[in-house]
């Protein structure tokens, strides 16, 4: 890694410093009739209380599917939609680095970099259910009423800086094993001063970054799912408020 910064470096001289579940197609059968009575006001015998418990329950089951995916063996690195790779504004270096021959290199920064997410992602369910748990009538009435991410936007609202701050120490030390968190800053500080498109020379911020923006992206996926398309129904207040068949 030491040796791929340090060549970055000069490459950057070079150029001119250019710039979780029974049957996971089955929680929610009834989704969608069920969000439009709560839409409508006509819940017929489901009170606020049974759609409200229904919601929660299908949160947490939601964010914890996210979660453990992400956080499985090559759930970032092997996954296109979230994988982390070098930032846009580094793509010239990283060329330029795999016509030396150094392709290697820059594919073990980007191994490095995608492992460190999916062990930061094994902390992501606590936060999100803790934050499920304390959502209020009027959170939940809002979010059932709201858009297809309304929950997902919810979530990011009142856990992003507690994900930060269980992540990024998690990233910080998968980095450091590589000294890649020194030498990156180093060189993208000289990088920085030669372009108009900048790199984030916080190596540890920027894969945190990516890393929340992976679970988001799947939060949001599932809440969808919850919306629209048949899910697992795993407990009985998911039975109850989503069954009927």
């Not at 063996?73 to 580094?90: C, I, R, S, T, Y």
């Not at 369910?125 to 499920?132: Q, T």
């Amino acid at each position: 890694m030491l040796k791929l910064l340090i060549t970055a470096g000069s490459i950057f001289m070079i150029t001119g410093c250019t710039a979780q579940s029974e049957n996971s197609g089955s929680l929610i059968k009834k989704a969608g009739s069920i969000l439009g009575q709560a839409k409508s006001g006509s819940q017929g015998s489901l009170s606020n209380e049974d759609i409200i418990a229904g919601l929660k329950e299908a949160l947490v089951v939601g964010t914890n599917k996210s979660a453990e995916k992400l956080s499985a063996a090559d759930g970032f690195f092997k996954d296109a939609a979230v994988k982390v790779l070098m930032p846009e504004e580094a793509k010239k270096v990283e060329q330029k680095l795999r016509q030396l021959g150094m392709g290697k290199l820059v594919d073990d920064a980007i191994l490095s970099m995608n492992r460190a997410a999916e062990d930061a992602s094994k902390s992501a369910a606590p936060i999100f259910v803790n934050a499920v748990k304390q959502m209020s009538v009027q959170d939940a009435l809002g979010i059932l009423k709201g858009a297809d991410t309304a929950a997902t936007g919810y979530l990011r609202k009142s856990t992003s800086p507690q994900l930060v701050a269980s992540f990024r120490p998690v990233i910080e030390e998968a980095l450091q094993k590589t000294g890649a968190t020194r030498y990156w800053k180093e060189i993208f500080d000289t990088y920085n001063k030669f372009t108009l498109k900048p790199v984030n020379p916080d190596l540890s911020g920027f894969v945190t970054g990516k890393a929340i923006d992976g679970i988001f992206y799947y939060v949001a996926d599932e809440e969808k799912k919850i919306r629209s398309n048949p899910a697992a129904r795993v407990t009985d207040i998911l039975k109850k408020v989503f069954g009927g068949s």
